[in-house]
């Protein structure tokens, strides 16, 4: 069985592809195809470096094909694990790496292959620590001081919030993240986060101590931790395992589909400001990257995610949101009780929605565009698995990067909806109190912008008359604006905030509800 694959033209063949990622039997010699022309030695060797050292690299240029030769077989089948559901990109283009049938590679005798074994070497001396570091002489174990590739982050100035996901976009610029735990501790943010290599932690602490993810707020402080490695028994939203997506979630929270690694950008080199060889860490984060590393470590300005004025969106300079897809897909919806309204109320507890379109000839799906892919993420995972309307809906990336409306003339029956300039967006401004209080769907709902006329009754009765069952009513001592209302089932709660957000109370009041963290 020869290893090279017929080049078709259309690239229809990744499909077939997927089905049988690894044919052969696991070998030390990996096979990788669909190679961008422009691609460097070292930006091959790069996508091994993070799972052990690279021996060899034989490049088939005008095949767009690569062998790339693992020390060990163990770190070829970690390699190729880890890339199995979360397909690598060079170039912002996606590569397939599968097991190769030869057992290693023989390259002695083939021309051009100067450049490949001076790119090896000038890496393998990095891992060694023989090229010492700026800033960071290699010590005599080889190994660089902290020797750890687990890092303790601490964020202060929490004015914003920072997710599992903004780590590990931050952070994966400097090298393969395998996992991240975050937790709360002394009323802090904090985070542990696991590279595949201590150099790769080295690099991420020397360049983003100190920084702001945001202007002006969220300060990172990094130190190694005691830990030298993780154990993540649940995939969420605080606790993330990235070489092992069967993971329960725990806790209820929905699973994470596998398209969540891939959600988060392609990898990319970053230019690094380190001797040498080192800028072939591998970054599987933005290629487009917010994170500027300028020529002097220590001289980055905010992380280049600024909150823009105009929306209090993440922004990276000159991409329009986050890279990423911003339109989800939602299905399994009861096309009799959804409508694009409903769909604009109950995805905008988690972000800004621009458009919704319910399909004209399917009504049980429905694209909802977000204002960026960190929020079409966040939907996602919130509202997946929940029930509306008696079923379970669905929401999953979509391959559509916008909402199309309808042209002039189009039937549609008024099925899709641009809510750009709507005033119900909850995360206009910068900094609103609403980023700190984005919670999953629960029984409870918190209610607010009440007017002193409003009895407990008036609004016991509203949400009986929205077919609710009423279990428990508290007003906020310090601030009767403010309630709390804990209904029959989370179920009950997604309808009533779909139907009551926004409603009309008198004098000039409009009631807002949100899901709750607390009950009754």
């Known amino acids: ?72 077989e163990e770190a070829a089948v970690t390699m190729v694990n880890y890339y199995t559901p979360v397909t690598p990109h060079l170039r912002s283009q996606p590569v397939y790496i599968q097991y190769s049938n030869h057992r290693e590679l023989k390259t002695d005798n083939l021309p051009n292959q100067a450049r490949a074994q001076a790119a090896i070497q000038a890496v393998n001396a990095v891992q060694s620590g023989s090229l ?13 001081p902290g020797q750890s590739s687990v ?8 004015f914003y919030p920072v997710t599992l996901e903004v780590l590990y976009q931050i952070f994966s610029k400097f090298g393969t993240v395998l996992k991240i735990i975050t937790f709360t501790k002394n009323n802090q943010f904090q985070a542990l986060l696991q590279y595949a290599d201590p150099v790769n932690a080295h ?30 028994k649940y995939n969420n939203d605080k606790s993330r395992d990235f070489t092992r997506l069967d993971l329960p979630s725990g806790d209820g929270q929905p699973s994470l589909d596998p398209t969540m690694a891939t959600a988060f950008g392609t990898p990319g080199i970053i ?62 919806l009861n096309p009799d ?25 399917k009504k049980e799906n429905a694209l909802v565009q977000m204002t960026d892919a960190t ?34 003339g189009q039937e549609d029956q008024g099925l899709t909806k641009d809510y750009s300039n709507s005033p119900l967006h909850r995360f206009k401004k910068p900094g609103s109190k609403n980023f700190q209080n984005i919670f999953p769907p629960s029984a409870t709902l918190h209610l607010s912008n009440i007017p002193p006329s409003v009895t407990v009754d008036d609004l016991k009765n509203l949400f009986m008359e929205a077919g609710c069952t009423v279990k428990a009513f508290k007003f906020f001592q310090k601030d009767r604006k403010m309630a709390l209302i804990q209904l029959g ?32």
């Open 1 to 72: 069985m020869s290893n090279s694959t017929p080049a078709t033209a259309n690239g229809n063949d990744n499909k077939k592809f997927k089905g049988d990622r690894s044919p052969c039997s696991p070998s030390r010699v990996l096979h990788l195809r669909k190679i961008p022309n422009d691609v460097t030695e070292a930006e091959i060797i790069s996508l091994g470096l993070p799972f052990g050292k690279v021996t060899n690299l034989l490049m088939l240029k005008g095949k767009s094909q690569a062998f790339l030769e693992m020390a060990s």
């Open 132 to 144: 010492a570091l700026t800033g960071a002489p290699a010590t005599e174990g080889g190994l660089l």
């Open 151 to 158: 890092l303790r982050i601490i964020v202060e100035n929490l």
């Open 203 to 232: 690099y991420a602490r020397m360049t983003l101590d100190g920084q702001n993810i945001y202007n002006a707020c969220c300060t990172l402080r990094i130190d190694f931790s005691k830990l030298t490695s993780l154990n993540v």
């Open 271 to 332: 230019s690094s400001p380190y001797a040498g060889a080192a800028g072939f860490a591998p970054a599987i984060g933005f290629p487009q990257a917010g994170l500027s590393v300028s020529a002097v470590p220590g001289a980055l300005g905010p992380l280049a995610i600024t909150t823009s004025a105009m929306t209090g969106r993440m922004a990276i300079p000159g991409v329009a949101g986050v890279p990423g897809n911003s339109v989800l897909l939602v299905s399994n």
């Open 337 to 361: 009780a959804v409508t694009p309204d409903g769909l604009f109320i109950l995805f905008g507890v988690y972000g800004d929605v621009q458009r919704v379109k319910i399909m004209f000839n």
């Open 375 to 408: 929020q079409a993420q966040l939907a996602m995972n919130q509202l997946t698995g929940q029930r509306l309307y008696g079923r379970v809906l669905r929401a999953t990336l979509s391959k559509h990067q916008i909402v199309q409306l309808p042209r002039e």
């Open 489 to 520: 089932s989370v179920e009950e709660a997604i309808q009533a905030l779909i139907e009551l957000h926004n409603h009309d109370l008198g004098e000039n009041h409009h009631l807002r509800v949100s899901f709750s963290k607390s009950t009754i």
